[in-house]
Nanobody, 124 residues
């Protein structure tokens, strides 16, 4: 059965770290660019990081650049988002999404598949 499941969210103090995972079943991640989005309370969902299907290209929103790192392990059919130096404004629901665009390039539009999200709360 096909599915995308995010995990690794939780409650962390400012300055702490979390590592999110995006595990796929029923399909192979090899063919997909992968993007992470987040939706803060009362705000629209925004794209924060993406990685091309080859893994050779990544992109980060200004708000997370230098603190977050996206990666993928196609052998494990899993993508990751390492989040360091977390801030209260990083609080939100984090979603993983797959994009099967021709060329496998990184973007934040026209996602094909979405996970249900994992909650990240940064608070003291």
């Amino acid at each position: 059965q096909f599915g995308i499941v995010e995990s690794g969210g939780g409650l962390v103090q400012p300055g702490g770290s979390l590592s999110l995972s995006c595990a796929a079943s029923g399909l192979s991640l090899d063919y997909y660019a992968i993007s992470w989005f987040r939706q803060a309370p009362g705000k629209e969902r925004e794209g924060i990081s993406c990685i091309s299907s080859s893994g050779g290209s990544t992109n980060y929103a200004t708000s997370v650049r230098g603190r977050f790192t996206i990666s993928r392990d196609d052998a494990k059919n899993t993508a990751y988002l390492q989040m360091n130096d977390l801030k209260p404004e990083d609080t939100g629901v984090y979603y993983c999404a797959l994009d099967g665009n021709v060329g496998g390039y990184c973007r934040y539009t026209d996602m094909e598949y979405w996970g249900k999200g994992t909650q990240v709360t940064v608070s003291s």
